[in-house]
C-alpha cells in the first residue's frame, strides 16, 4: 500500500480510538480467570487484534465481532498448537504463554513477533515461569511450560518488561505471588483493574514497582467483560502530529494523565494545550524550543512507541535536540527516511541528534507501526513537492481507521493499494518530482 502525502495543516476534531496494547492482557484476563465467555468494549478494528483473534480460534475459541465490542467463546479453548506463522506477526501474542498457564497450568507457544524494532527476547517471562516452579522447556522454535504452580510464590523481574509483567499476574492468578520490578504502564494497570473486577486480590505499589497478587480466594466465573481505555499512543501521535503541522485539533476519548510526559515535553517546545475531561485542545505554532535530552523509557517516561513521531517535530525546532530511547535503542529506521527527505537527523553514540531542518517530499519507506506514523507526520510537514510513503499498510496494524480520520482533519492523504500503479501515480501526479540534496 502506497500513501500520497502533501503540506497541510490538521484541524478539526478526531476521536482516539480503544487502546492496541490493553487489547491482548484483556484477552488473557479472559482466558486466565476461566471465562467461557470474554466480551470486549471500545476493540479497535486494526490487524494485530484480527490475528490475535486467528490465534483464539486456533486454540478452539470462536468469535464475533458487533460494532466495536468483541465476543470470545472461550468454553472449548484446548491446549492445541498455534501457528507460529500468525504467532509470529504479532508481539501481543505472548500473553496467551500466561493466560494459558493461568487456566491450564500447561503452555505450549512459538516466539511472538511483533515489529522489528530491536531484540526482543523473552527470557524475562520464562524467568516468572520458573520462579512460579513450572517446568519451562525452551527450544529455538517454542517454549513449553508445564507442572503445578507454587501457591506462594516470588518472582523479580531483571528489568521492566510490560509484556512481561502481564505474563507474570496471568500466571499467578491461582496462586499468592508478589511481583519485583513490575511495568507500571496503563495496560498493566488495566489488566490488574480487569481482575480485582472479578475477585482476584490485586494491588500495584508503585512506590516500590511490586504487585501483589492472591487468586486463591476467587470465584469462578462464566463471563468477564471489560472496556479498553483509550490508546494513549494513538492520542499521542495526534497531539505530535497537530503541533508539527501547525494544527490546531480537539482530541476527544483520551485520558491525559496516560500521556502526562508527552504533553510535558510539547508544553516545554511550546505547543498550546489545554486539558479537559476526556478532551485535550492542541494548537501548534511555526517553531518550537528544543529539548536537551530527552529520554524514552518505561512509564511514566516518555514512551519509546512516541519517539519515531517527536523526532519529526523537533526538526522544526530552533536548535539541536537529543532523544535517548532506553527501551529500543534501535527503533531508528525513521532516521534513514527523514533524512532522504532532507533532514539533518543522525545516531550517535546511542543517541538520536536532531538538528533544525527544512524537510522536503520524497519517496520513502514505512518499516514500522510507529515510524509509520512519525512518516506520515513527516508527509504533512514536507515543503514543495508530495511524498511517496511505501509500505504504509503497515499503519493498519494499529491505527484504527487512520486515513478516514486524517482525511476528517484536513490532512492531504491519498492512498493506493498497489505497487505496480506507483509509476502511473507518479506520472498523474504532475507536482511530484523526486527530491534530491
Ligand atoms: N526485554 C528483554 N527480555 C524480556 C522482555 C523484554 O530483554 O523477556 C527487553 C526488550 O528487548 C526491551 C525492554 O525489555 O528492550 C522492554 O520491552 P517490553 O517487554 O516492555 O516490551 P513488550 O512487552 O514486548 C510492549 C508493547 C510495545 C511497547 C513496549 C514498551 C505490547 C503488545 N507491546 O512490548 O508496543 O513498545 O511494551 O513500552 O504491549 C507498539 O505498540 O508499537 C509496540 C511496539
Redesign the pocket.
Known sequence: MIALLEKSKVLGEVKVSGS??AF??AVGAGIALGAEKIIIKNTPKIK?VFVMLELLKELGCEYKIQNSEVIINAEKIKLNDVSPENFGK???S??IFGSLLGRFENAKIPM?G??K???????????AANSLGYKVEEKEEYVKAYGTPKKDGKIKF?????????NAILMSINSKVEIENV?I?P?VQELINYLKKYGVDIRLETEEDKIFIDGTKRKKIKEAEFELIPDR?EAGTWLILAAATEGKLKIKNVIAEHIKAVIDVLKECGAKIKIYENKIEVEGSEKYKSVDLLIAD??PAF???LQPQICVMLLKAEGKSRIKD????ERVSHIWELKKMGADISLENGEIIINPSKIYGAEIEAK???STAALVIAGLVAEKNQTILKNFGIIER?YENFVKKLKNVNAKIEVFEDEIRKEEIIKGISKYVPYST
Open positions: 492496541k496494547n491482548f492482557p494485530d504479532i508481539r501481543g505472548v500473553v511472538p511483533g515489529c524494532i530491536g531484540k526482543r527476547p523473552i527470557d524475562q517471562h520464562i524467568k531483571d528489568i521492566k518488561t510490560v509484556t512481561g509483567t502481564e511495568a504502564e495496560e499512543i518505561s512509564y514512551p519509546t512507541d532506553n527501551i529500543f535503542p514500522d507501526l510507529r494499529g
